[in-house]
């Protein structure tokens, strides 16, 4: 293998003879640099509310809290809405009205801001996809947050992707594995069939493997240190990925 790929388990010959049919990949942290991304974000926001300090000191507030939401709604499980009950929980917490924390989290991160975001690719991503795409197999994006308007910005629009989804379309977040098995079901493939790459151990790693699919832990931004199962593949560039991905399909 290429320096960037590890094999993490005790994955051989058998494994590479598993009828690999569907790659599905986590978005934020995998297919471009979130940290430096949402520094450049969260900077823009700041300094258009300079003329508003009073809301945008709301709107810091109603974020932390819409983040605290989520983290409860991960450990707690499935909701009825997920999307809607988040902003309720967020405002909630923070004592502000729901349209607001609504308004302030479609301006963070619902309406993607910056037209151009290929600048925060990781290198080799499209060469890599349309390698894997060119060997047949169904290529998706799963992601905690809507998918369609970053693959535009990302200039990712011209992969052929089958499939683009958030948690949210399932009213459960990662780690819950009911993501993960509705990409599987959207597919018509088995969890055995499929392996999801992803940055986070605690999230991806993780439901990947209840939901039965093989993982491949992706650390582009360097080791997270974060808690959860062991990966079956690491890499730690996109070559690498590519190459644990094609040895799979021998």
């Not at 942290?29 to 520094?39: Q, S, W």
């Not at 909701?79 to 349209?99: I, K, M, P, T």
């Not at 349309?130 to 200039?155: H, M, N, Q, W």
Request: proline fraction near 5%; charged fraction near 30%.
């Amino acid at each position: 293998m290429l320096l960037g790929a590890r094999q993490r388990t005790g994955c051989g010959a058998a494994d590479r003879l598993l009828k690999l049919k569907l790659v599905t990949f986590d978005l934020d942290g995998t297919l471009y640099r979130n940290g430096i991304y949402n520094g450049r974000l969260v900077r823009q926001w700041l300094l258009k509310g300079i003329r508003t300090p009073c809301r945008t000191f709301r709107g810091v507030r109603a974020a932390r809290a819409f983040l605290k939401a989520r983290s409860r709604i991960r450990k707690e499980g499935p909701r009825e809405d997920l999307h809607r009950e988040q902003f309720e929980l967020a405002a909630e917490s923070c004592g502000y009205d729901v349209s607001f924390v609504r308004q302030v989290l479609y301006e963070l991160i619902y309406d993607n801001p910056f037209e151009d975001m290929v600048p925060y690719l990781f290198p080799g991503v499209e060469v890599a996809l349309l390698a894997l795409k060119g060997r047949g197999l169904k290529l998706g994006v799963l992601s905690d947050y809507p998918v369609e308007t970053k693959i535009r910005s990302l200039g990712l629009e011209k992969i052929q992707w089958d499939l683009l989804m958030s948690s949210e379309d399932a009213n459960a977040l990662k780690p819950h594995p009911a993501p993960f098995l509705m990409a599987c079901r959207r597919m018509s493939v088995e969890p055995s069939e499929a392996i999801h790459v992803g940055d986070r151990t605690d999230c991806d790693v993780a439901g990947a493997k209840a939901a039965g699919m093989k993982t491949l832990l992706f650390k582009g931004e360097g080791d997270r240190g974060l808690p959860g199962p062991m990966a079956d593949f690491e890499a730690t560039d996109f070559g690498g990925v590519r190459v644990i991905i094609e040895t799979l399909l021998g």
